[in-house]
């Protein structure tokens, strides 16, 4: 014998089922939306991660090449 009730029509109430499921529904579909944001957002900060030190190489590099200039600059004359 199966745990169902022989009167399960009557107790099944189907709209308020189809409620809940539309429910649960649009909180999942929150949920994703909501991660899909924040991956989006964690992948932003994993590449800007690397955009300082470049940056800083970058910018020790441009203060070395330009000090090379100016003492070229003054051995010149």
């Given at each position: 014998?199966?745990?169902i009730p022989d009167d399960w029509r009557g107790q099944l109430d189907?709209?308020?089922e189809?409620?809940?499921i539309?429910?649960?529904r649009a909180e999942a579909q929150k949920f994703n939306a909501e991660r899909e944001k924040l991956l989006q957002e964690a992948l932003?900060?994993?590449r800007e991660r690397w955009l300082a030190p470049v940056l800083a190489v970058a910018t020790v590099i441009?203060?070395?090449l330009?000090?090379?200039s100016f003492i070229a600059h003054l051995i010149g004359h």
């Amino acid at each position: 014998m199966s745990d169902i009730p022989d009167d399960w029509r009557g107790q099944l109430d189907l709209r308020a089922e189809i409620v809940r499921i539309d429910r649960e529904r649009a909180e999942a579909q929150k949920f994703n939306a909501e991660r899909e944001k924040l991956l989006q957002e964690a992948l932003k900060y994993r590449r800007e991660r690397w955009l300082a030190p470049v940056l800083a190489v970058a910018t020790v590099i441009g203060g070395v090449l330009g000090a090379a200039s100016f003492i070229a600059h003054l051995i010149g004359h």
